[in-house]
């Protein structure tokens, strides 16, 4: 077993583990969702995004991209986020949180993919 892969996997299913629990609720009732769990996402997304640079593969490049995607999907949610609660003067608002939730969605499609790919490169994986 290779601590490495071992690494790897446990940062691409916890980043999607942690998208997919801010994402889960009611898209516009801010109480569903926990902006702490949003920042957990986004820095698992980051690390995971780092560990996927040294792959040379093809299936090491679509890994990276889809972890580029969530990354720029979670940092608009960020960003939509603190805008939402620091500048707006509507505040944290139904429409102002369906859009954060919206972009964490999008974020947890790019999860998907990569876990699923995790998944098929693993299966179809041979010893040598």
């Avoid at 603190?82 to 429409?95: E, K, P």
């Amino acid at each position: 077993m290779s601590l490495e892969k071992v690494i790897f996997g446990f940062f691409v299913l916890l980043a999607a583990t942690l998208n997919f629990g801010f994402f889960i609720g009611d898209l516009a009732d801010p109480k569903l969702h926990n902006e702490y769990e949003l920042f957990a996402a986004v820095v698992v997304n980051l690390i995971a995004t780092v560990l996927k640079f040294g792959d040379r593969t093809q299936i090491g490049a679509v890994h990276l991209a889809t972890s580029l995607v969530a990354d720029l999907q979670l940092i608009a949610a960020t960003l939509a986020w603190i805008w939402a609660t620091q500048v707006s003067a509507g505040g944290l608002d139904a429409g102002s949180m369906a859009a954060v939730v919206s972009l964490s969605g999008g974020a947890l499609l790019a999860n998907i993919v990569s876990v699923v790919l995790l998944v098929v490169e693993t299966v179809s994986f041979q010893r040598r």
